[in-house]
């Protein structure tokens, strides 16, 4: 069986996708440790299909490739999973394509699941990061309220550039949920996990495909994924309204008989009206989130769709053909 299996989720990676498979090769060949690449284009509006089919084809019984191809983009998260699937390995490592993470750290990895079988994974953490002030403000917020608001530890920093063992794979497989947020997964799923700090390169290639409001709607659906918290929010705030108003009510009657003021509630009328109504629609914006999750996945959607595998195209390096081709 190969020792590891690389998943590589690819979203216009045309530039990288090579320089990826040349470099997991380079650090791992030497080491004497069999290794299968899995990439995954999402729907790559680049050469990086081309690119891909190029790799497979000229890669022909020298090494272990699988590709698959997506009908349109379903993002890395779904990238991921058919990776996963498809993936067949005595360990398996998730890796981005762009070359941040390197695969040196991967190696690091490999060396602490070979000492210690009782860990089943070795996850990496960015100690620092090279990203504005703002991003790491709203980042420090979003571990904060989620590890506050979930039962799950979730780690600030910890990345899915990560390698583990079978059970790991088949616990993330067995997640079956429609949105699929990699973080929540593994923080859920739990096992024993060795941290390694690391730290993520320059881009070799392209840039990053995660905007700031991309980054923020992950972080809300990774938010309601994982909790329902936020369901209590406007009834803990109707609470306390509904106490307010009694004690605002007694307390304008009595001060106001004692001062001999005339009670006129125009402006509390308006205040009353325009909170209670702020309420409502809050209360009514977050049903309709909870709603909109449970009708995806009551439609049973499948996560991604795949238009076409390469695949079987493994390392025959003992026959003469291959003996040749090396
Ligand atoms: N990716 C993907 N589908 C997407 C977006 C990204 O498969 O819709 C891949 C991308 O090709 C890369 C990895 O996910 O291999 C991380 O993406 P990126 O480098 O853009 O994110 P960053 O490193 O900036 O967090
Ligand atoms: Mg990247």
New binding site residues.
């Given amino acids: 069986m190969t020792d590891v299996s690389f998943v590589?989720?690819?979203?216009?990676?045309e530039g990288n996708v090579a320089a990826i498979f040349d470099a997991i090769h380079a650090v791992f060949d030497p080491e004497g440790i069999s290794v299968e690449t899995v990439f995954?284009n999402?729907g790559s509006k680049d050469g990086t299909k081309e690119a891909l089919d190029r790799l497979y084809k000229s890669c022909s019984g020298k090494a272990n490739i699988r590709v698959i191809h997506f009908s349109r983009?379903f993002?890395?998260e779904a990238?991921i999973l058919a990776g996963l699937q498809h993936a067949e390995a005595a360990r398996y490592c998730l890796i981005?394509?762009?070359l941040?993470q390197r695969p040196e750290v991967a190696l690091q990895m490999y060396r602490i699941l070979d000492e210690d079988p009782e860990k089943d994974m070795a996850a990496a953490y960015q100690e620092k990061r090279h990203e504005g002030k703002v991003l790491s403000f709203f980042k420090k917020c979003f571990y904060g309220l989620i590890n506050r608001m979930t039962n799950v530890p979730f780690r600030e920093g910890a990345s899915d550039f990560r390698m583990f063992r079978e059970n790991v794979r088949s616990a993330i497989l067995s997640m079956t949920e429609y949105y699929r947020f990699t973080k929540g997964i593994f923080a859920f799923i739990g096992f024993d996990t060795v941290f390694i700090p690391y730290e993520a390169e320059e881009?070799h290639s392209g840039k990053?495909?995660?905007s700031f409001t991309k980054l923020f709607r992950y972080a809300v659906e990774g938010i309601l994924g994982y909790t329902t918290k936020p369901l209590l929010f406007p009834f803990t705030l109707s609470v306390i309204l509904f106490f307010a108003a009694v004690i605002y009510l007694v307390l304008r009657l009595v001060i106001g008989n004692a001062l001999h003021v005339p009670a006129d509630g125009s402006v509390a009328v308006i205040t009353l009206i325009l909170a209670l109504a702020s309420l409502l629609f809050a209360v009514l914006g977050i049903f309709g989130l909870y709603l909109s999750k449970t009708y995806m996945q009551g439609k049973d959607r499948p996560v991604y769709i795949v238009k076409e595998i390469l695949e079987g195209n493994k390392n025959d390096a003992d026959s003469e053909k291959g003996r040749q081709d090396i």
């Fill in positions: 590589i989720p690819c979203y216009n990676e995954v999402d983009n993002g890395k990238a981005d394509a762009d941040q881009r990053t495909s995660w």
